[in-house]
């Protein structure tokens, strides 16, 4: 990534060679502009699929409790939950 290494790797084939410099360049453009792009879309992606599931299962555990605590308040089951349930 940092291609700190570069010229340990290239300069013994671009000295026997000159045109190795094309496969060098053309393959560090691939990898910096096309590799690292994808690599990071896939985990952006991840990320973002994974908060998301988060948010539904938190809605729907909200919502279950939300409906438990009614049907705990709701004595009489009348759907309604009067003054006195919640005061006592």
Known sequence: ITTANYPDVNMPSY?????TIFFFISFML?????VMNLVL???VNAYDES???RKSSRAKLSKDLLS??????????????????IMH
Do not use: Q
Request: no cysteine; net charge negative; charged share 30%.
């Open 15 to 19: 000295n026997e060679n000159r045109g």
């Open 30 to 34: 691939f990898a910096f502009f096309y």
């Open 41 to 43: 879309a896939v985990a």
């Open 51 to 53: 908060i998301e599931e």
């Open 68 to 85: 438990e605590a009614f049907t705990l308040l709701d004595h009489k089951d009348k759907n309604s939950i009067s003054r006195d349930s």
